[in-house]
């Protein structure tokens, strides 16, 4: 045993070091008592590196306890330009929508009680008038989230038989999402039609029979696909459809509910568009670009979100009453397009123009400027991100901080507010148009805080 080894105090000793107290000031002692048998732990495994004096191991005590009473799940900023992040949470939630949460969330709500009656309700009812109004569905029904709600209409509408998809359609949406193993969970044959690249209504035809369940369409929501390409649209396969009287299911995935044309983007069609194109069951995500929580929407005919609403995956799938709160809250909004626009953070930040973000991103360099950080403000591209618009770019601005990206980079991560912000082409950039303008003055002291 080396001297620096035989050197570490004992347990009761390093909790008695005066920076070890004050911890427990603020954290249960059981908590401090294993950081420090933890710390004492690796100090003696680990080969000593240089002295171990007790305020060293005091430290490291300290920077255990502080990194364990942390939240595991915490706020970041996203500067990453990508507005709907998958690993950042996606869609930010309209301050009517966290409104509606609080509310519901402090007491209790009609979840499943009907106030006109005062018997029993049902959870499913309350969001259907809202999403056949904006979207002129016969009925909707709102399941935990986009994939949950596929293998529910899967499941309930072609279990045991065929269920028949283009070759070009069998994709990974990413996060373990792809098509066949869903077909497969949801215990249906998968049948494969047409080529890679296309597609057409006579190969649907001839694979169509007696067994068929369904007709399943999956957007590819994440890539694009050009050239020599061609795809049979619902609206097409609905007469085939009806001869053998299965469904068409559409997993449109992006949940637009109001064209963003006026901002530049364009191809991505509107749940609207999607349902008169002639699909009988329709499923997207709520918190991609229709702005608000986690859930599965389906919309669709009576009587097939009927069989769906009975089947037992929709008791597994259901949905929360705090997203039920959300996602109302923020479909209210989109009564008025305008409103809509303004307050749900999706769509202000797709909507954000060029020469506003250019104008934050000076503001941002000038806030660094005090404190010594040297920055450029340089023209960048951001993304949709989250499985829309994947061609997609956005032109804005950000702040390129000068220095080496990498150590630049993990700093702003290891920050007490992370910031999580892109490299690219060497320079560190901090993107601002995920970031809520409202978040600017925090966002700029998270970064002094980090780096200077
Ligand atoms: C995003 C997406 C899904 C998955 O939806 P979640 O709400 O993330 O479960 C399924 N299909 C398509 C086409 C998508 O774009």
Redesign the pocket.
């Given at each position: 045993m080396t001297d620096a080894r035989r050197a570490l105090p004992a347990v009761h000793a390093l909790l008695e070091h005066p920076d070890v107290r004050d911890l427990l000031a603020r954290a249960p002692r059981g908590l401090v008592t294993d950081a420090v048998r933890e710390v004492l732990e690796q100090a003696r495994s680990a080969p000593p590196a240089g002295d171990l004096d007790t305020g060293t191991l005091a430290e490291r005590v300290a920077g255990r306890v502080q990194a364990r009473l942390l939240p595991s799940l915490r706020p970041v900023f996203n500067a990453t330009g990508v507005v709907l992040h998958t690993n950042l949470g996606r869609a930010p939630l309209a301050d009517d929508a966290l409104a509606a949460i609080q509310e519901v969330a402090t007491g209790y709500g009609n979840l499943e009680y009907d106030l006109a009656t005062g018997a029993r309700g049902s959870r499913y009812a309350h969001c259907v008038s809202l999403l056949t109004e904006l979207t002129g569905a016969e009925d909707a029904l709102v399941m935990n989230?986009?994939?949950?709600?596929?293998v529910l209409a899967l499941a309930a509408l072609a279990h045991g038989r065929e269920a028949v998809i283009s070759r070009g359609e069998l994709i990974e949406?990413g996060?373990g999402?792809r098509v066949p193993e869903i077909m497969a969970a949801a215990g249906t044959t998968l049948v494969e039609v047409g080529t890679t690249n296309r597609t057409r209504l006579d190969d649907y035809r001839r694979a169509i029979g007696p067994n068929t369940g369904a007709i399943v369409k999956?957007?590819r929501?994440?890539f694009t696909m050009d050239g020599f390409v061609a795809e049979v649209t619902a609206g097409e396969l609905a007469p085939l459809a009806a001869e053998v009287n299965v469904p068409v299911i559409e997993?449109?995935?992006?949940g637009l509910l109001a064209s963003l044309e006026p901002f530049g983007l364009r191809g991505e069609p509107t749940a609207r568009e999607v349902l008169s194109g002639g699909a009988s069951v329709v499923?997207m995500?709520?918190?991609?670009l229709l702005g608000g929580p986690?859930?599965?929407i389906i919309l669709g005919r009576g009587d097939a979100l009927s069989t769906l609403r009975r089947h037992p995956l929709a008791r597994a799938f259901r949905v929360d009453k705090l997203t039920i709160a959300a996602l109302g809250a923020t479909l209210a909004l989109y009564r008025d397009r305008d409103a809509a626009v303004r307050e749900v953070p999706v769509l202000a930040m797709l909507a954000a123009t060029p020469a506003a973000l250019r104008a934050r991103a000076e503001d941002l360099r000038a806030a660094l400027a005090t404190w010594g950080i040297a920055a450029t403000v340089v023209a960048t591209e951001g993304a949709v991100g989250?499985?829309?618009f994947p061609a997609a770019s956005l032109p804005g601005w950000a702040v390129a901080i000068e220095g080496d990206p990498g150590p630049l980079e993990a700093r702003l991560r290891g920050g007490d507010t992370p910031v999580i912000a892109r490299v690219a082409d060497g320079r560190l950039l901090v993107e601002l148009r995920a970031v809520p303008a409202a978040h600017d003055t925090a966002l700029a002291d998270a970064i002094t805080t980090a780096l200077a």
């Open positions: 989230n986009g994939a949950g709600a596929l949406i996060g999402f999956v957007h929501s994440n997993d449109f995935g992006s499923i995500s709520g918190d991609k986690q859930a599965g989250g499985g829309a």
